[in-house]
């Protein structure tokens, strides 16, 4: 690889263009998202001088609720300064095409438009997609919100009960379709939401992203595997006053307030598809992007109430986007076969310790798990490589995992992944993460007391 070429080959942006673009994105940068390049002593692996440098992936938790973009805020996203950085790096230039696989809240999406480049993002959950397009939603009509949010509540429901919506919510809901014309749903109209580059929907978007994100301060999820709605909890914040209308009104103001600081002259494409069925008619120069970790992070679960609101307006089921989710913790399928040689050579070993593990659960159910979370990885890097052009390269952040005692090096993995793909790659530089989800469980760190948890930059670029 010849990095200096990498590094220097394309990074002229347009002047003119330039300064506008800047000015665009800068709002988000200022505002919450403050990264720096890590500390030296958080660096565990250096293989590459130059992406040193780069801004760190993590993003703090904004520190104040009414932080300007903290709306946007999500745990699993990667910090906008080095997504911005990243792109950068890679070589970018008006005329790149951005591809981000696994968008979720859009963030290389942002950094993509705030270099004035085109760009795909592709994530199966619509709260992602929603999220991530309300992002650049300049082009609301305040009035037109205020007007949606005004709840008329006459409209008399049977529905819900059952579920996570009460009675009175769900007819708030309902009006406020009813109000935007989407008595039905918005399943027809819903790509063109999220590839609206004029900018048509941004009123409904601004309105139905201020729902589900209100929808989440005003219920507890109930603790289980299992979470639903947890009612009452609504009706006691109901008696302070504080209900879905008057928190999501909250929201919409906000959301307002922090586009209207914001333009973007060029806006990103977004697809709610599953990764690994979605093969694209352009190719792409760039790939930026962080698949989910294998962490057990469940994100349908993480995301209930936004997907609970959000499935008012639009039709899916939710117990098939767990389903799909990369990362699932629910066996689609048992398998016990030699696995494929293209998941790589290691993988294979990691994927036989587990299996040989005494642990009595390893073999009839953890394996599975991982065994599936790797057939999936491997089948959406391919999906993405064949998404790119013949000397696409990318970025991809991901972390590394422990099952039990076993270390599980991730990002190796997603190199020989990538290699059985035509591509070289390296595992480009890792950050100790001190707060994980995988420190969390004293059981889990008796197992292995000294583990080292990292966040990986794997760099690829498309050799044949
Ligand atoms: C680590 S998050 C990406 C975060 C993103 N970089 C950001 O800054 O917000 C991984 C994303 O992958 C999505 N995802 C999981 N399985 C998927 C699949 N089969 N196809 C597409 N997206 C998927 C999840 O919905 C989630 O939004």
Redesign the pocket.
Known sequence: MNEHSIKHSSNKLDDARDTQKTASISNELNAYDRSTTPKQEELILTARRSLIDLPTTK?KRPSRRDQSFSWAY?Y?????PF?KAAIEYLGCNTQSKII?????????LIAASGLGCHSLG????P??CL??RSRVAVCFDTNLVNTYLEGDNKIATEEADQSAISRSDMSYLRSVARKMGLNKNINEIWGNLLNDNLGNYDSEIVTIVSLCLAARDVTKLEKGSNPIWYRPSLSEKAEEGITLESTAKNYAKRIMDDLSTCSYATKPNIVN??????ISNEKYDIC??????LNRLD?VVAHIPELTVLNVFLKFSIPDLKS?????TKINEKNYGEPPSVWGRYCNEVLKKIEAHSSYASRRYYYHTYRQYFS?LAE?LAATISNLKANGKGLI?IQNSYYKDIAIDVPTICCEMLSHLGCESEVARTEYVKSHMGYMSPIQNSYAPNKKLGEALVYFEIKN
């Open positions: 993003v999500t699993t996203a990667f910090s906008l997504a981000d696989p696994f968008s979720g809240s859009g963030t290389s592709i994530d199966i959950s709260f992602s999220l991530a598809v599953d990764v690994r069925d979605y930026l992007t962080s698949p989910p970790y994100y799909m989710m990369i990362g699932t999936s959406a952040v």
